[in-house]
């Protein structure tokens, strides 16, 4: 589902040259749930936004469904990302003149899905806010807006779902509660998961631990590969 070859990631640090990511291999299947943790700096985010789409590799190439999108046009990019990929933040990412229920409607009206206003009331209830969505985000708790964010990342079914700390700005307890959905959502639906954490009893949980230090992958645990084998 997700193939990484060669990838790094080089910038301009004044008028030096910084890597923040060495050259790597990464190879994610249909439906793993994949938690990629390490300390700040070691490119966990740069990581995440190459195989978003939302930034380009230095080197290497990255398939996501077998479609190769390093070097795709801005409108062929967006396009896949649309129907591809959701992607959660830390920090929400929220329209704050929207009700909950219109950040998860707009987007899927924009994307011209059929019945979107039915879709936008599922999601809602997904996520336990259907009570809720007729408010704001200011309106909102940080738990209940991430579950928003999340209902809005699943609006276009994606095969592959990105989450940034998504629990980093949460206290443990709607942490553990958005920890969870994500889990559900990934289990129900078949989604792969690609979850990027500081919080390592949340990571252990996962299928799959991806450890990286300085930009380089130093660890890669693969608990469901052990248990089939």
Known sequence: MIQLSNVSKTVLSGSERLTILQALDLDIPKGQFV?????????????????????????????????????????????????????????????????????????????????????????????????RGHHYPSQLSGGEQQRVAIARAFSNNPPILLADEP??????????????????LNQDMGTTLVFVTHNTELAEQAQRQIHLREGQISLD????????Q
């Open 35 to 131: 938690s990629i943790v390490g300390p700040s700096g070691s490119g966990k985010s740069t990581l995440l936004g190459l195989i978003a789409g939302l930034d380009t590799p230095s080197s290497g190439e990255i398939r996501l469904d077998g479609v190769s999108i390093t070097r795709l046009g801005e409108d062929r990019l967006a396009a896949l990302r649309s129907a591809k990929i959701g992607f959660v933040f830390q920090s929400f990412h929220l329209i704050p003149s929207l009700t909950a229920f219109e950040n998860i409607l707009v987007p899927m009206e924009i994307a011209g899905v059929k019945q979107a206003n039915q879709r936008a009331k599922e999601l809602l209830s997904e996520v336990g806010l259907e009570k």
């Open 167 to 184: 629990t980093g700005n949460l206290d443990n307890q709607n942490g553990r509660h958005i920890f969870d959905l994500l889990l559900r």
């Open 221 to 228: 645990t693969d608990s469901s590969r052990s248990k089939s």
